[in-house]
């Protein structure tokens, strides 16, 4: 996803889709859907502020149960670009493309779920004969998961 810019227009908008499978590299997910973008920017002289918000879906393996896990989270976005430079801080560009990518990226990692879970109340698979015990109980005696419910 980029952003032109054109001279002495000082502020925009930005909405769109972007191709998430880009960003999350393949293995490990059953299905990326496209990120979804709605962005503003303000431009003052070389600099470029950046802020809105990013919707990012897809379908991971559960953690703890191993089943389909749906996810999907509002990232923030409020950042600011510079020409030539670019630093801890900044983000930077060259000419008159803003190349949102990175920027894009780390919005989808500062929200990402440090664990991915088909439920908050997942209950995880049995250790005993590995059924998923969300589709239900597996005969084996497990007092301890039992007892938690
Ligand atoms: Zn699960
Ligand atoms: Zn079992």
């Known amino acids: 996803m ?7 227009k ?18 490990g997910y059953l299905k990326i859907f496209p990120l979804r973008a709605e962005l503003k920017y303000e431009v003052h002289g070389d600099r470029v502020e950046i802020s809105g918000k990013i919707t990012v879906k897809f379908e991971a393996v559960c953690d703890s149960c191993g089943g389909a896990a749906d996810i999907e989270y509002l990232s923030v976005i409020d950042g600011v670009f510079t020409k030539g430079g670019g630093n801890d801080d900044y983000y930077s ?33 049995c250790f ?10 597996c005969g084996c005696s497990r007092r301890s998961a039992n007892s938690k419910t």
């Not at 493309?97 to 664990?115: C, G, H, K, N, W």
């Not at 005993?128 to 109980?137: I, M, P, R, T, Y």
């Open 93 to 125: 560009y060259e000419g008159r493309v803003i190349d949102l990518t990175q920027m894009l990226t780390d919005a989808v990692f500062a929200e990402y779920p440090s664990r991915v879970l088909c439920s908050e109340a997942c209950k995880g698979y």
């Open 10 to 27: 000082f502020f925009g908008e930005i909405c769109g889709e972007y191709d998430l499978s880009a960003i999350l590299d393949g293995a």
């Open 2 to 8: 980029k952003i032109e810019l054109i001279p002495n």
């Open 128 to 137: 005993g004969c590995g059924k998923n015990l969300n589709d239900g109980e």
